[in-house]
């Protein structure tokens, strides 16, 4: 292989591409929750929280394998970094362009997103930099940084229902999900008994899913049938990795339990009726390119 597919094939590794199809749909759903419940949709403003919390995420993926360089080479060798693919300096200046420009383009949409902008990508500096070493802290914190991205979709709609009780809801419904998947993801390279935690996520979908119907008012048939599958696709999750699971079925499951976020996602936007329908309909077609993806390119 040529040294210049090599080093891209290298960058892409670093950034875990089979997850990327899921760090717009936070913004999205906050976007599309938010507008649901005002009755008013600006699809114009939708790309730039959207473009925001993608460019934040893959900011955040490449910091988090410069934070790891140590254990890496001890636990990871082949990753991009420790195998000398790509360098510790340039990984560092791609991460901090990245968040830059992440928090640049969400500008138009005004201060309230901008500020959750910040919020997010302080929580990914606070998680790479110091709580990942910490399992329940650090697990909260990777949650918060996928909460405010969605609160940054309901800054860009409708700032003013930030403390509305259905987006708060929403918010942590999707911070202990994430918390959860992270805690379980917390010793992937070590072959132990993953225990109780693993039904975490399982359970925040278990409440949320009936919790936002009786807080927004609003019986939707695609938001429960969305809901009811991405709680199916969980509980299949937690069962596959009972007792002490294999690397290989524990790094499959996490990447299982991430892309399940687009079923949430794709659950939130249909509550903003036609035009969120069609934007839960790209998320749910994106399912099948990160699992194709997935098989080429490791999601932990």
Same mark, same amino acid.
């Not at 697990?139 to 009780?165: D, E, K, T, Y």
């Given at each position: 292989?040529?040294?210049?597919?090599?080093?891209?094939?290298?960058?892409?590794?670093?950034?875990?591409?089979?997850?990327?199809?899921?760090?717009?749909?936070?913004?999205?759903?906050?976007?599309?929750? %938010?507008?649901?419940?005002?009755?008013?949709?600006?699809?114009?403003?939708?790309?730039?929280?959207?473009? @925001? &919390?993608?460019?934040?995420?893959? *900011?955040?993926? !490449?910091?988090?394998?410069?934070?790891?360089?140590?254990?890496?080479?001890?636990?990871?060798?082949?990753?991009?970094?420790?195998?000398?693919?790509?360098?510790?300096?340039?990984?560092?200046? @791609?991460?901090?362009?990245?968040?830059?420009?992440?928090?640049?383009?969400?500008?138009?949409?005004?201060?309230? &997103?901008?500020?959750? @902008?910040?919020?997010?990508?302080?929580?990914?500096?606070?998680?790479?930099?110091?709580?990942?070493?910490?399992?329940?802290?650090?697990?909260?914190?990777?949650?918060?940084?996928?909460?405010?991205?969605?609160?940054?979709?309901?800054?860009?709609?409708?700032?003013?229902?930030?403390?509305?009780?259905?987006?708060?809801?929403?918010? *942590?419904?999707?911070?202990?999900? !994430?918390?959860?998947?992270?805690?379980?993801?917390?010793?992937?390279?070590?072959?132990?008994?993953?225990?109780?935690?693993?039904?975490?996520?399982?359970?925040?979908?278990?409440?949320?899913?009936?919790?936002?119907?009786?807080?927004?008012?609003?019986?939707?048939?695609?938001?429960?049938?969305?809901?009811?599958?991405?709680? *199916?696709?969980?509980?299949?999750?937690?069962?596959?990795?009972?007792? !002490?699971?294999?690397?290989?079925?524990?790094?499959?499951?996490?990447?299982?339990? !991430?892309?399940?976020?687009?079923?949430?996602?794709?659950?939130?936007?249909?509550?903003?009726? $036609?035009?969120?329908? @069609?934007?839960?309909?790209?998320?749910?077609?994106? $399912?099948?390119?990160?699992?194709?993806? %997935?098989?080429?390119?490791?999601?932990?």
């Amino acid at each position: 292989m040529s040294p210049v597919p090599s080093r891209l094939h290298a960058w892409v590794e670093l950034v875990r591409p089979p997850n990327l199809f899921t760090a717009p749909g936070d913004a999205l759903a906050g976007f599309f929750l %938010a507008a649901g419940l005002t009755g008013h949709v600006d699809l114009s403003r939708a790309i730039f929280p959207a473009l @925001a &919390a993608l460019f934040i995420y893959v *900011g955040g993926l !490449i910091g988090n394998d410069v934070a790891d360089t140590e254990e890496d080479s001890r636990d990871r060798p082949g990753r991009p970094i420790p195998s000398g693919r790509v360098s510790r300096r340039a990984a560092f200046g @791609a991460a901090v362009g990245w968040a830059v420009l992440g928090l640049l383009i969400v500008l138009p949409v005004g201060l309230p &997103a901008f500020g959750l @902008a910040c919020l997010t990508q302080l929580s990914v500096m606070i998680y790479n930099g110091w709580l990942k070493r910490y399992a329940v802290p650090g697990a909260i914190a990777m949650g918060a940084c996928r909460g405010f991205s969605f609160l940054m979709g309901v800054a860009a709609a409708q700032p003013q229902l930030l403390g509305a009780p259905p987006i708060l809801a929403a918010a *942590g419904g999707i911070v202990l999900y !994430i918390a959860g998947v992270t805690w379980i993801a917390d010793r992937e390279t070590v072959a132990e008994r993953i225990g109780p935690r693993r039904w975490i996520p399982f359970l925040s979908l278990t409440m949320l899913v009936p919790l936002v119907p009786v807080l927004t008012h609003k019986l939707s048939l695609p938001f429960l049938v969305l809901g009811i599958l991405a709680i *199916g696709w969980s509980f299949c999750q937690a069962w596959r990795i009972r007792g !002490i699971p294999s690397r290989p079925v524990l790094g499959s499951a996490i990447g299982s339990l !991430i892309r399940g976020l687009l079923l949430i996602q794709a659950a939130f936007c249909s509550l903003a009726g $036609w035009p969120g329908l @069609a934007v839960a309909v790209g998320l749910l077609l994106a $399912w099948p390119l990160s699992a194709a993806i %997935a098989k080429r390119f490791a999601a932990t």
